[in-house]
Protein backbone atom coordinates (compact mmCIF):
# COMPACT_ATOMS: atom_id res chain seq x y z
CA UNK A 1 0.00 0.00 0.00
CA UNK A 2 1.04 3.54 -0.74
CA UNK A 3 1.03 6.21 1.45
CA UNK A 4 -1.64 8.48 0.34
CA UNK A 5 -0.76 12.47 -1.14
CA UNK A 6 0.28 14.91 1.12
CA UNK A 7 -2.18 17.23 1.72
CA UNK A 8 -1.79 21.35 0.75
CA UNK A 9 -2.68 23.50 3.47
CA UNK A 10 -5.80 26.02 2.04
CA UNK A 11 -4.03 29.19 2.74
CA UNK A 12 -1.38 28.09 0.18
CA UNK A 13 -3.69 27.09 -2.48
CA UNK A 14 -5.80 29.80 -1.83
CA UNK A 15 -3.22 32.61 -1.74
CA UNK A 16 -0.86 31.19 -4.77
CA UNK A 17 -1.31 31.85 -8.31
CA UNK A 18 0.46 28.96 -11.31
CA UNK A 19 3.50 31.28 -10.94
CA UNK A 20 3.69 30.63 -7.59
CA UNK A 21 3.03 34.90 -6.76
CA UNK A 22 0.15 35.42 -3.93
CA UNK A 23 -3.07 37.51 -5.28
CA UNK A 24 -1.18 40.45 -3.70
CA UNK A 25 1.75 40.25 -5.42
CA UNK A 26 0.08 39.19 -8.66
CA UNK A 27 -2.44 41.90 -8.11
CA UNK A 28 0.46 44.64 -7.99
CA UNK A 29 2.05 43.49 -11.19
CA UNK A 30 -1.10 43.62 -13.01
CA UNK A 31 -2.69 47.09 -11.30
CA UNK A 32 -0.41 49.14 -13.71
CA UNK A 33 -1.61 47.38 -16.68
CA UNK A 34 -5.53 47.83 -16.10
CA UNK A 35 -4.65 51.71 -15.03
CA UNK A 36 -3.90 52.51 -18.35
CA UNK A 37 -6.36 50.36 -19.72
CA UNK A 38 -8.80 52.21 -17.98
CA UNK A 39 -7.23 55.89 -18.26
CA UNK A 40 -6.73 55.54 -21.97
CA UNK A 41 -9.75 53.13 -23.48
CA UNK A 42 -12.31 52.66 -21.22
CA UNK A 43 -13.18 56.26 -19.54
CA UNK A 44 -13.13 57.87 -23.06
CA UNK A 45 -15.17 55.52 -24.46
CA UNK A 46 -17.21 55.72 -21.77
CA UNK A 47 -17.06 59.19 -22.09
CA UNK A 48 -17.54 59.02 -25.53
CA UNK A 49 -21.19 57.20 -25.16
CA UNK A 50 -22.22 60.21 -22.42
CA UNK A 51 -21.35 62.71 -25.11
CA UNK A 52 -23.27 61.03 -27.83
CA UNK A 53 -26.63 61.55 -25.23
CA UNK A 54 -25.74 65.42 -25.11
CA UNK A 55 -26.27 68.31 -27.32
CA UNK A 56 -22.24 69.24 -26.61
CA UNK A 57 -20.94 71.43 -29.30
CA UNK A 58 -17.55 73.08 -29.26
CA UNK A 59 -18.85 76.60 -28.91
CA UNK A 60 -22.03 78.87 -28.31
CA UNK A 61 -24.44 77.98 -25.11
CA UNK A 62 -24.45 74.59 -25.55
CA UNK A 63 -20.66 74.19 -24.95
CA UNK A 64 -21.47 75.63 -21.51
CA UNK A 65 -25.46 74.37 -20.81
CA UNK A 66 -24.82 71.09 -21.77
CA UNK A 67 -28.73 69.30 -21.95
CA UNK A 68 -29.40 65.63 -21.97
CA UNK A 69 -30.97 64.70 -25.30
CA UNK A 70 -31.10 61.19 -25.01
CA UNK A 71 -31.12 58.95 -27.94
CA UNK A 72 -31.67 61.97 -30.35
CA UNK A 73 -28.55 62.37 -31.57
CA UNK A 74 -28.70 58.87 -32.77
CA UNK A 75 -31.76 59.15 -34.42
CA UNK A 76 -30.64 62.30 -36.55
CA UNK A 77 -27.54 60.14 -37.30
CA UNK A 78 -29.76 57.04 -39.06
CA UNK A 79 -31.76 59.81 -40.95
CA UNK A 80 -29.16 61.78 -41.94
CA UNK A 81 -28.59 61.95 -45.73
CA UNK A 82 -25.04 62.31 -45.87
CA UNK A 83 -24.46 59.60 -43.03
CA UNK A 84 -26.49 57.61 -44.75
CA UNK A 85 -24.02 58.48 -47.99
CA UNK A 86 -21.05 58.27 -46.23
CA UNK A 87 -21.69 54.92 -44.95
CA UNK A 88 -21.99 54.14 -48.96
CA UNK A 89 -19.32 55.52 -49.46
CA UNK A 90 -17.01 53.98 -47.13
CA UNK A 91 -18.17 50.20 -47.87
CA UNK A 92 -17.48 50.79 -51.31
CA UNK A 93 -14.45 51.91 -50.33
CA UNK A 94 -13.79 48.81 -48.14
CA UNK A 95 -14.74 46.60 -50.98
CA UNK A 96 -12.85 48.04 -53.62
CA UNK A 97 -9.62 48.73 -52.20
CA UNK A 98 -9.12 46.26 -49.33
CA UNK A 99 -11.64 43.16 -49.97
CA UNK A 100 -10.54 43.24 -53.86
CA UNK A 101 -8.07 45.30 -55.25
CA UNK A 102 -5.01 44.53 -51.67
CA UNK A 103 -5.83 40.87 -51.69
CA UNK A 104 -6.22 40.15 -55.49
CA UNK A 105 -2.85 42.14 -56.05
CA UNK A 106 -1.07 41.39 -52.69
CA UNK A 107 -1.45 37.50 -53.38
CA UNK A 108 -0.69 37.82 -56.93
CA UNK A 109 2.54 39.48 -56.54
CA UNK A 110 3.24 37.09 -53.58
CA UNK A 111 2.01 33.92 -55.60
CA UNK A 112 4.25 35.52 -58.97
CA UNK A 113 7.78 36.55 -56.61
CA UNK A 114 7.51 32.63 -55.71
CA UNK A 115 9.52 31.78 -59.01
CA UNK A 116 11.04 35.40 -59.81
CA UNK A 117 15.16 35.52 -59.90
CA UNK A 118 16.42 37.14 -56.57
CA UNK A 119 16.88 40.34 -57.66
CA UNK A 120 13.60 40.51 -59.50
CA UNK A 121 11.77 39.87 -55.75
CA UNK A 122 13.89 42.36 -54.21
CA UNK A 123 13.21 45.18 -56.23
CA UNK A 124 9.56 44.56 -56.41
CA UNK A 125 9.58 43.96 -52.42
CA UNK A 126 11.24 47.21 -51.60
CA UNK A 127 9.25 49.02 -54.03
CA UNK A 128 5.80 47.87 -52.42
CA UNK A 129 7.40 48.57 -49.03
CA UNK A 130 8.58 51.80 -49.71
CA UNK A 131 4.97 52.42 -50.59
CA UNK A 132 3.65 51.40 -47.23
CA UNK A 133 6.25 52.81 -44.81
CA UNK A 134 6.35 56.57 -46.10
CA UNK A 135 3.96 59.18 -44.16
CA UNK A 136 0.90 59.48 -45.47
CA UNK A 137 1.48 63.12 -45.67
CA UNK A 138 4.29 62.56 -48.24
CA UNK A 139 2.02 59.84 -50.27
CA UNK A 140 -0.70 62.47 -50.97
CA UNK A 141 1.30 65.24 -52.02
CA UNK A 142 2.69 62.71 -54.45
CA UNK A 143 -0.25 62.00 -55.88
CA UNK A 144 -1.89 65.34 -55.80
CA UNK A 145 1.37 66.41 -57.92
CA UNK A 146 0.90 63.41 -60.10
CA UNK A 147 -3.16 63.67 -60.66
CA UNK A 148 -2.67 67.20 -61.19
CA UNK A 149 -5.22 68.86 -63.69
CA UNK A 150 -2.64 70.93 -66.01
CA UNK A 151 0.84 69.49 -64.99
CA UNK A 152 0.16 65.98 -63.41
CA UNK A 153 2.39 62.70 -64.79
CA UNK A 154 -0.66 61.13 -65.17
CA UNK A 155 -2.53 63.50 -67.90
CA UNK A 156 1.13 63.76 -69.48
CA UNK A 157 1.48 60.30 -69.90
CA UNK A 158 -2.38 59.57 -71.12
CA UNK A 159 -1.92 62.68 -73.40
CA UNK A 160 -5.20 63.92 -71.72
CA UNK A 161 -4.20 67.27 -70.26
CA UNK A 162 -6.98 69.08 -68.22
CA UNK A 163 -9.00 66.24 -66.33
CA UNK A 164 -9.13 66.88 -63.26
CA UNK A 165 -9.28 63.26 -61.05
CA UNK A 166 -9.75 64.50 -58.06
CA UNK A 167 -12.77 66.05 -58.96
CA UNK A 168 -14.76 63.76 -61.47
CA UNK A 169 -13.29 60.37 -60.47
CA UNK A 170 -12.77 60.62 -56.43
CA UNK A 171 -14.23 58.00 -55.32
CA UNK A 172 -11.93 55.78 -57.82
CA UNK A 173 -8.63 58.19 -56.74
CA UNK A 174 -9.05 56.99 -53.09
CA UNK A 175 -9.70 53.68 -53.78
CA UNK A 176 -6.45 53.18 -56.35
CA UNK A 177 -4.81 55.35 -53.64
CA UNK A 178 -5.56 52.84 -50.93
CA UNK A 179 -4.55 49.63 -53.09
CA UNK A 180 -1.08 51.18 -53.63
CA UNK A 181 -1.19 52.47 -50.27
CA UNK A 182 -1.80 48.53 -48.72
CA UNK A 183 -0.64 45.81 -50.63
CA UNK A 184 2.50 45.36 -49.05
CA UNK A 185 0.75 43.74 -46.00
CA UNK A 186 -1.29 41.24 -47.92
CA UNK A 187 1.58 40.40 -49.77
CA UNK A 188 4.11 40.23 -46.74
CA UNK A 189 1.08 37.49 -45.21
CA UNK A 190 0.31 35.56 -48.48
CA UNK A 191 4.36 35.08 -48.75
CA UNK A 192 4.27 33.84 -45.44
CA UNK A 193 0.92 31.49 -45.75
CA UNK A 194 2.33 30.68 -49.24
CA UNK A 195 5.54 28.85 -47.77
CA UNK A 196 3.40 26.58 -46.30
CA UNK A 197 2.29 24.90 -48.87
CA UNK A 198 4.07 21.77 -49.83
CA UNK A 199 5.84 21.51 -52.51
CA UNK A 200 5.27 17.76 -53.28
CA UNK A 201 1.32 18.46 -53.72
CA UNK A 202 2.10 21.62 -56.04
CA UNK A 203 4.78 19.22 -58.15
CA UNK A 204 1.88 16.33 -57.79
CA UNK A 205 -0.78 18.46 -59.25
CA UNK A 206 1.52 19.74 -62.28
CA UNK A 207 2.18 16.24 -63.44
CA UNK A 208 -1.44 14.91 -63.18
CA UNK A 209 -1.89 18.14 -65.85
CA UNK A 210 -3.55 20.54 -63.66
CA UNK A 211 -3.94 23.95 -64.85
CA UNK A 212 -2.57 27.23 -62.73
CA UNK A 213 -6.51 27.99 -61.48
CA UNK A 214 -7.47 24.34 -60.86
CA UNK A 215 -3.66 24.52 -58.80
CA UNK A 216 -4.94 27.45 -56.59
CA UNK A 217 -8.05 26.30 -56.41
CA UNK A 218 -7.35 22.61 -55.67
CA UNK A 219 -3.80 22.86 -53.87
CA UNK A 220 -3.02 26.38 -52.92
CA UNK A 221 -6.44 28.03 -51.49
CA UNK A 222 -7.15 24.89 -48.93
CA UNK A 223 -3.71 26.00 -47.23
CA UNK A 224 -4.37 29.41 -47.11
CA UNK A 225 -8.20 30.00 -46.70
CA UNK A 226 -7.12 30.61 -43.22
CA UNK A 227 -4.54 33.24 -44.09
CA UNK A 228 -7.15 35.14 -46.19
CA UNK A 229 -9.74 35.54 -43.82
CA UNK A 230 -6.96 36.72 -41.29
CA UNK A 231 -5.58 38.90 -43.65
CA UNK A 232 -9.45 40.67 -45.06
CA UNK A 233 -10.72 41.24 -41.72
CA UNK A 234 -7.38 43.24 -40.34
CA UNK A 235 -7.29 45.19 -44.09
CA UNK A 236 -11.52 45.24 -43.88
CA UNK A 237 -11.13 46.99 -40.91
CA UNK A 238 -7.75 49.55 -41.62
CA UNK A 239 -9.35 50.97 -44.12
CA UNK A 240 -12.64 51.13 -43.02
CA UNK A 241 -11.31 53.96 -40.34
CA UNK A 242 -8.47 55.25 -42.25
CA UNK A 243 -8.68 59.26 -42.71
CA UNK A 244 -5.85 59.26 -45.08
CA UNK A 245 -8.21 59.85 -48.53
CA UNK A 246 -9.02 63.62 -46.14
CA UNK A 247 -5.42 64.46 -47.27
CA UNK A 248 -6.59 63.88 -51.18
CA UNK A 249 -9.82 65.24 -51.22
CA UNK A 250 -11.12 66.29 -48.25
CA UNK A 251 -14.75 64.26 -49.00
CA UNK A 252 -15.23 66.33 -51.70
CA UNK A 253 -16.91 67.17 -54.24
CA UNK A 254 -20.61 67.09 -52.70
CA UNK A 255 -19.16 64.88 -50.49
CA UNK A 256 -19.11 62.12 -53.40
CA UNK A 257 -15.76 60.50 -51.29
CA UNK A 258 -16.75 61.51 -48.00
CA UNK A 259 -15.73 57.83 -46.24
CA UNK A 260 -17.28 57.97 -42.25
CA UNK A 261 -14.16 59.03 -40.62
CA UNK A 262 -14.11 62.57 -42.80
CA UNK A 263 -17.71 62.89 -42.07
CA UNK A 264 -17.06 62.42 -38.16
CA UNK A 265 -14.17 65.04 -38.21
CA UNK A 266 -16.87 67.27 -40.19
CA UNK A 267 -19.11 66.91 -37.89
CA UNK A 268 -17.45 67.07 -34.57
CA UNK A 269 -14.30 69.48 -35.64
CA UNK A 270 -15.10 71.49 -38.51
CA UNK A 271 -18.96 72.43 -37.45
CA UNK A 272 -18.37 71.96 -33.41
CA UNK A 273 -21.12 69.39 -32.74
CA UNK A 274 -19.72 67.15 -30.53
CA UNK A 275 -22.47 64.94 -29.61
CA UNK A 276 -23.62 64.46 -32.63
CA UNK A 277 -20.39 63.42 -33.83
CA UNK A 278 -19.93 61.41 -30.97
CA UNK A 279 -23.15 59.34 -31.19
CA UNK A 280 -22.06 58.91 -34.90
CA UNK A 281 -18.37 57.63 -33.94
CA UNK A 282 -20.33 55.21 -31.73
CA UNK A 283 -22.62 54.19 -34.59
CA UNK A 284 -19.18 53.26 -36.46
CA UNK A 285 -17.94 51.84 -33.85
CA UNK A 286 -21.18 48.55 -34.18
CA UNK A 287 -20.69 49.12 -37.80
CA UNK A 288 -17.01 47.82 -36.99
CA UNK A 289 -17.83 45.36 -34.47
CA UNK A 290 -20.26 43.77 -36.96
CA UNK A 291 -17.97 43.39 -39.73
CA UNK A 292 -15.36 41.97 -37.22
CA UNK A 293 -18.01 39.02 -36.04
CA UNK A 294 -18.89 38.32 -39.13
CA UNK A 295 -14.97 37.66 -40.12
CA UNK A 296 -14.72 35.69 -36.90
CA UNK A 297 -17.30 33.36 -37.41
CA UNK A 298 -15.92 32.91 -40.85
CA UNK A 299 -12.71 32.03 -39.14
CA UNK A 300 -14.32 29.37 -36.77
CA UNK A 301 -16.19 27.89 -39.21
CA UNK A 302 -12.53 27.08 -40.82
CA UNK A 303 -11.33 25.89 -37.60
Known sequence: MTDPAPSVPSAITESADVAGLGRGKASAFVAPALLLIAAFLVFPALWLLWIGLTDLTVSGRTSVDVSFVGMANYTKALTDPLFGNSVWITLLFVFGSAIIGQNVLGFSLAWSMRTAARWVRGVVESLVLLAWILPASVVAVLWITMLDRDEGTVNRLLDHP????????????????????????????????????????????????ASGPQMLRDVVFPHVRGHTLTNTLLISLWTFNDFTPYLLTRGEPNHRSETLPIFLYRQGIDDGALGYGAAASVLMLLINLVLALFYLRLLRRRT
Open 162 to 209: GYAWMIQQPLAVIIVFNIWRGTAFSMLLYSAALSTVPPSQLETARLAG
